[in-house]
């Protein structure tokens, strides 16, 4: 009776072309010694914080630029633009994640040969952002504390895509039922190669930790650029 | 400071490009007098079984088709199609969408010459959906007693763009707390045009109410096209 049945792949095709810009950006951007990173996490986990953070402390040593995806909104372009950097709001009006061409169209409107590092702020999302592949260099997640400990069993496909885990608001851990040894066995069976940085965007704990693997990314990557 | 930040419009773009192979399709479709129903719900709503329920009531009466897009599976597609009707299975791969590319894809698949309904059944999910034009004439949602009722409230662009809404499982509205009254309401404060339609694709009660109002759609789809 399947015999009847015409299976279509859609998914392929989208994920063919979306593939290819996105290593077309990643070359371009790579010839210029400039990092692109992708960030990714659910509303409200603090991506704009560290965001400002990581420009706050990173700025002084690297020129960077950042590309904001948030919804509907242009407030969180206008806080990173005061910390002093290239900023750039993609609009996406409700759209689910970026691709690689949108990412590419905020990239363009950055002064790219002025630049060290590019942060995207993908849509606060879980599960689209993680399909669709940014044009990135590296990709890191925020899991933020009140989320609990079970999303790597919720959303692994976000946790294989990324080089790097922020565990942001531990300074709340002792009010939430969230064990950071779980959570570190739960996303280590699923990339055992991620980094799990906790941190505090609040009180500043941990922080040091994500600014000396962020400024290595960037001193590893131009350093492969003038190899 | 707002100076300094350039808004780029990323989503108008796409929608647009899609709008334009949406109305292509619902053209074509309406040229050949064939009705195209996009039917949208949460993984586990009961798309499949509403789907089956109305190709056994309907196929003796209308030529049908059904394009699944169910994640991963080609299970829907088989139980459609031996209920006796054409079926295309979309492999969305764990998209979270369709546009209306993909469903001109399924359509080309079908004999469309020889058809008076496609029922697309949509990836299971109520948020990305709603945002992309399928080209179908008509939408429809599905929502299940268990889901709650306040969905409204947390999903309201999915009830804006549905002509209709099913509310199905309604042989276990005794063991949940959900308010058919209160979720008329709210669906209304939404969308005031909107056709609610309670029924039990289990015990079969209601299901009258969908057939007569999807044959009616069907009907007066034909005759505009013949007028």
Redesign the interface.
Known sequence: ??D?????????G?LAQNEQEADQLRASLRAKGVLLLNLMASPGAGKTSLIVQTVQSLAPRLRIGVIEADIDS?VD??TV??AGV????????????LDAA?VA??VE?LDTDNLDLIIVENVGNL??PA?FDTGAHASAMILSVPEGDDKPLKYP?MFTKCRVLVVNKIDALSIFDFDLDVLRERAGQLNPELTVLPLSCKTGQGMQGWIQWLAEEVRAHQAYKDA
């Open positions: 009776m399947t009847d049945i015409r299976l279509i792949e859609v998914k392929e989208i242009s372009a206008e633009t005061r290239q900023a750039v709001q993609l609009r996406t009006g409700g759209f689910c994640h949108m169209r905020g409107a599960v689209c399909e496909l």
